[in-house]
């Protein structure tokens, strides 16, 4: 193919300590890449020597806590007319690299006037997250291929590419990121020296700090900085919607039902209701067995399963067979046993062969069978 003779992609990354994953990430790609760029930045580990089995293109980057910077050195180091970037604990799955072949077939007789793609990346947690039936899927979408030479990132931690008005093409193409570590010290520390050095923290900055106070669970200071976000006069208004959902969270923690239940109702206030803001409306009822209320949130989260969320990562769950689950639950307990028993159905049409819910699908026609039999 035309492509892969005059090559098209240089791969760069940066990593440090990732002996365990970056095989089975190059593993995955390699045969899509017609230049591999490893930046090391202070591995001391076997990176550098998986690395080495690879590309002759390993590099080392002195680390001064700074990402956007090492990025913008791997990406000086590319030669190819597309630069993708990816980190060592994503890869691409099988049907995912055979639309990437395709894509990277077209941009070989397409090329001229893209200058960003857009590629999804779909986010498992750890095991010790998953839930045991089914692990939960947070998609989101970001710039992962731009051309050589035209864009730089930005930010000490969290960076993100600034593309400004660079002609764009969307593609269904999603990486799958498998995270092996928990960083939430080390950016902590990035994050208050940038904010200690900026004199301020606002905007992006400050999203990102009450982030990892909340993966810390420094549930005080999270709210704090989301309330600070959400009083800002200009912003992102997924961003916001995230802010709203991760407060009522910290106000869970904190005790505070009025202000948890509030934050939620406060994210209408930046775009209709989302799946899982009304799941999440209907978690505090159902907390409270008031099952009325929460029947009719969960209700909502089903009917708005259709609207997308933008940008915004979210559980997949909460747009397919969690309301369900849930609101069949709900059913059951205010005694509605024929919707409760409908909803499971509906729920295994998601999750067919999944042993809760066959388990409960037996139970509760067990309870309509003997309900039909005293009513006759």
């Known amino acids: 193919m035309e492509a892969e003779q005059e090559g098209l992609f240089s791969l760069c990354m940066i990593v440090k300590n ?19 760029i490893i930046v090391d930045t202070g591995s001391t580990d076997r990176t550098v020597t998986v690395a080495g089995w690879y590309t002759e293109k390993v590099f080392t980057y002195q680390w001064d806590e700074d990402f956007a910077a090492a990025r913008n050195y791997s990406y000086e180091q590319a030669t190819m007319p597309y630069v993708i970037w990816m980190d060592a604990d994503e890869l691409l799955s099988a049907p995912e690299a055979e639309k ?16 960003v793609i857009w590629m999804g990346a779909r986010l498992s947690p ?17 710039p992962r291929v731009v051309k050589r030479g035209h864009f730089r990132w930005q930010g000490r931690v969290h960076e993100e590419l600034n593309i400004g008005a660079g002609s764009a093409l969307n593609t269904d193409v999603y990486i799958d990121h498998r995270p092996s570590a928990v960083h939430t010290e080390r950016n902590l520390q990035i994050l208050k020296r940038w904010i200690a050095e900026e004199g301020k923290a606002e905007g992006r900055l400050l999203f990102h700090y009450a982030n990892e106070c ?5 549930y005080q200071a999270a709210a704090a900085s989301y309330e600070q976000v959400l009083r800002e006069l200009s912003g992102w208004k997924e961003k916001r919607i995230t802010c709203c959902l991760r407060l009522s969270e910290c106000y869970r923690e904190l005790g505070e039902a009025e202000l948890r239940l509030n934050s939620l109702f406060r994210s209408f206030g930046f775009g209709l209701p989302q799946a899982d803001v009304c799941c999440a409306i209907a978690g505090f009822f159902e907390e409270r067995r008031e099952w009325e209320s929460a029947i009719y949130w969960y209700l909502q989260a089903i009917g708005r399963q259709t609207a ?40 295994l049409a998601y999750l067919p062969g999944n ?16 309900t039909r039999y005293k009513k006759e």
């Open 18 to 36: 990732e002996e365990a994953v970056l095989g089975r990430c190059l593993d995955s790609v390699r045969d899509l890449m017609d230049e591999i």
């Open 100 to 115: 990437l072949a395709r894509l990277k077939q077209q941009l070989a007789q397409e090329h001229e006037g893209v200058e």
């Open 355 to 370: 042993q809760v819910l066959l388990g409960q699908r037996s139970a509760l026609h067990q309870v309509l069978e003997e």
């Open 126 to 142: 750890q095991p010790s997250q998953a839930a045991p039936t089914v692990v939960p899927v947070y998609p989101e979408r970001r």
């Open 308 to 347: 997308p969320p933008g940008e915004r990562p979210v559980s997949q769950a909460c747009y397919t067979w969690l309301p369900h689950v849930l609101v069949s639950r709900c059913f059951a307990a205010a005694g509605e046993w024929q919707q409760a028993y409908r909803h499971n159905e509906q729920a």
């Open 214 to 218: 909340f993966g810390a669970r420094n």
